[in-house]
């Protein structure tokens, strides 16, 4: 029995002794293990992914450049999404009005008195709160040229109006004027803008909370005979105002 088993596993070992390991069998085993790692880390990374969109989906979206494995470098980026273009056009808006004024001799917080002959509410006006303004021209048109302009700067407004006068004071570009017992302040303004000779302008405190800023368009000032005449005029304007407020 012995020899019978000896003969047995000698012809065992002739029979095996001529089978041996392929070459690349250690690196195809390792490959293999590492492939099955790249793919369980690229589901997870996946994952990931999805989940993030699913919450976020307007933030960013993430790019996957390589699946890392052993001694490998992964890289991820976010990127912004693109903004969404808007190519509807702006659709025009007028400003804020009055309203519809009558004759415009009320406006506001202010009741106008005297206006130079032949001019009456051009029936347009602005509206932003603490300052507001109205026109009045010799047609009425809303469309046409001005001759005079008027503008109300009340409380968080009035500073800066004071704090222009005081800069045309520094420049000694006007005159200090006392018009119906209030204190005030002729200047031309813009002189020079757009080839403009400038607007005679009347600056008039109505109260501590309430400036006037009376103008005359340039073309309308041509009509008076000179420089005192337009003056005499703002001011016959800022004795007629009145303060509502």
Known sequence: MPMLEDEIRR?????????????????????????????????????????????????????????????????????????????TP????????LGDLGDGREFGHVRVGYLPEGLQWSRWSSDFG???????????????????????????TVQEVEDQIQAYRGEKGGEEVTVGGRSGYLVVQNVGEDGMKGNPTLFLKMGDRQWAEIMFSPVYAEEFSGAEAVSAELKKIGEGLTSTM
Do not use: C
């Open 90 to 97: 702006p659709v025009p808006t007028d400003p804020p009005d």
């Open 130 to 156: 603490d300052t507001y303004s109205t026109s009045y021209n010799y047609d009425g048109d809303d469309k046409g040229y001005y001759q005079v302009q008027i503008r109300m700067h009340e409380e968080k």
């Open 11 to 87: 012809l065992m070992a002739d029979g095996t002794a001529r089978l041996h390991a392929a070459p690349d069998l250690l690196g195809r085993v390792m490959r293999s293990h590492r492939a099955k790692r790249r793919r369980a880390r690229a589901a997870a990374v996946a994952a990931s992914v999805a989940a993030f969109v699913v919450v976020a989906p307007s933030i960013a979206y993430w790019t996957v450049d390589s699946v890392p494995t052993i001694g490998e470098r992964s890289t991820f980026s976010a990127v912004q999404e693109p903004p969404a273009i808007d190519d």
